[in-house]
């Protein structure tokens, strides 16, 4: 089930380097960062990067470990990691996708000479022909 908050404890592990960070729950989603700031950011877009991925494919999203009942070394604090999910989806579905097509040389040496700007003209182009204006919801 998808929720639209989610919180996940993650192991901030402090060396000399900087400061690695893992979430026990989830196996794979792993970060780093210059400094607790750095690292805090980082740990929420991997958080949220990696859930929006699960939820993508279809994986069940595991329930976050109560934080009290994760172990941890010396060098290493936990640190409960909070994702608000609504405007991280949003900046997903909105993101540019870079795609390769192939033109014949002496159109694409005609629409250079126009200043033709492909991506805007390709965007419209699929609107047109898919009959919308917007992200359909």
Not at 36 to 61: C, N, Q, S, T, W
Not at 91 to 111: F, G, N, Q, S, Y
């Amino acid at each position: 089930m998808t929720k639209d908050r989610y919180i996940y404890p993650a192991i901030f592990d402090y060396a000399e380097d900087g400061i690695s960070v893992e979430f026990p729950d989830l196996p794979g989603c792993y970060t780093c960062g210059d400094n607790d700031e750095e690292a805090l950011r980082m740990a929420k877009e991997a958080l949220a990067l990696h859930l929006y991925g699960l939820e993508e494919d279809g994986f069940p999203i595991p329930e976050p470990s109560p934080a009290s009942r994760i172990k941890v070394e010396p060098n290493q604090v936990v640190v409960l990691v909070e994702v608000w999910m609504p405007p991280f989806r949003d900046e997903m579905e909105h993101r540019a996708v870079k795609k390769t097509l192939t033109i014949p040389k002496w159109l694409d040496d005609l629409a250079r000479e126009h200043n033709v700007n492909f991506s805007h003209l390709l965007q419209n182009a699929l609107k047109k022909y898919l009959g919308v204006s917007e992200k359909q919801t």
